[in-house]
């Protein structure tokens, strides 16, 4: 895996680090605005980029979506190696792989930017034998309301692929008690994506009180990292991780 880590100038006096983890087809492009703006104000990022992605879309046929979370694991241990406080943010399939990983790392909190639980297709379910007969359909890419934003995502979407995120989703979902880590969900007004079914998910696995806030991102679609909302990303995700950081100091 390509190191695409970013870290702040020698000398920066923060302990908080933060995961940034992209979407199912997708890039580090959306999560990089986010990462540099952290970065600005001393937090250390990693933004890796998930096995099949950033090449061509058909390297991500085969590949089992336990890599994904293989690879953010391994960029999490990276962080806390050198870091106390270890955050990780995910948009999209992200989220789900967020989560995932704060069900087995000690996590100091998770920031989910329209996270995905569940595909709404009622095909989805079957995507693991139409893939034989079916390669791709069509692309789930630049759901953005922002004029000329482009999050840099595959021109089509292998069926194969579709299996392992259905699979990822579904263990994921089942993984949600686990989560013990204070949580923040963003999320957009309109997500031609994700629906709100990965939402109700969401609230109804995780335990009493997880689930520590909810912000509205009233002018962006699914890519909100890159939409009118992105600095108010900025901005509160960048509270949430001071502020439990802070927290955990006291403690």
Known sequence: MKDTS???EAGSASDVAVLL??????STTAMRPWAESLQHHGVHTSVPILPGHETRWQDLIGQPFGQWIQATE???DELAAAHEHVFV???SMGGALALHLATRRNVSGVSLVNPGLVIDSPVAPYAGYLRRVVRTVAPISNDIAYPGADENAYARTPVAAVHEVYKLFAQTRARLPL???P???LRSAVDNVVSDASVHELLKGLGPGILRER???SRSRHVATLDYDAPKIFKESLRFFTDVAAREEAQ
């Open 6 to 8: 970013l870290v702040p």
């Open 21 to 26: 983890i992209h979407g199912f087809t997708g």
């Open 74 to 76: 391994d960029a999490f």
């Open 89 to 91: 943010a995910g948009l």
């Open 179 to 181: 989560v013990k880590a």
């Open 183 to 185: 949580v923040q969900l």
């Open 215 to 217: 912000i509205a991102l």
